[in-house]
C-alpha cells in the first residue's frame, strides 16, 4: 500500500490526538480534553457512562480519576483508515489506575480497545465518537469507583 504525503500527515497528527488525551488524563489536565472533541462528540465508557458533548466527557473523566493517586494510559500503535475528512482509528491500550489509600488492592488494570471516529475541522483532527471495549481488567475495579 502507497501512501500519498495527506494521508501520512493526517495519520500522524491523528496519532498525536490520542497521545494528547492521555496525557491530559494522566498529568489531570481535564480542562485540555475538551478541544479534543467536537461539540456534539459522544464517548461510549460502558459502565462508567455514555455523555455527549465536551463538557459531559470531561465531567465523567474528571469525576472518575480525580481521586485517584495516579493513571498512566500507554496507547499502542493504531489502525487508521482516513476518508477525506473522517477517519476510523482503532487502538489498543492498558490503563493502569492507582490509589494508594484504598484498602486492599490499590491497584487496577484495563486492557481494552478504544474505537474511535475522528473529523478533521478547521482546528485539527478531534473525536467526534470515542467508544471504550474493555478486554480484560486486573486488580480491583472499586480503586475506580471509590475515586
Do not use: C
Not at 74 to 99: C, F, M, N, P, W
Amino acid at each position: 500500500m502507497t501512501l500519498d504525503l495527506q494521508t501520512i500527515s493526517d495519520r500522524m497528527e491523528i496519532d498525536d490526538l490520542l497521545v494528547r488525551y492521555s496525557r491530559a488524563v494522566d498529568f489531570k489536565n481535564f480542562a485540555d480534553l475538551e478541544p479534543l472533541f467536537t461539540d456534539d462528540a459522544e464517548y461510549d465508557a460502558g459502565s462508567l457512562g455514555h455523555p455527549i458533548g465536551p463538557s459531559a466527557i470531561r465531567a465523567m473523566i474528571e469525576g472518575a480519576l480525580t481521586g485517584l493517586d495516579a493513571t498512566q494510559h500507554l496507547v499502542a500503535k493504531s489502525v487508521i483508515e482516513v476518508d477525506g475528512d473522517t477517519a476510523e482509528v482503532r487502538t489498543y491500550l492498558i490503563s493502569q489506575h492507582i490509589r494508594e489509600s484504598a484498602p486492599g488492592v490499590t491497584h487496577y488494570f484495563i486492557g481494552a480497545e478504544y474505537a474511535d471516529r475522528v473529523v478533521r475541522t478547521e482546528q485539527g483532527w478531534k473525536f467526534s465518537y470515542r467508544r471504550l471495549d474493555r478486554m480484560w481488567k486486573e486488580g480491583d475495579r472499586a480503586v475506580i469507583m471509590r475515586a
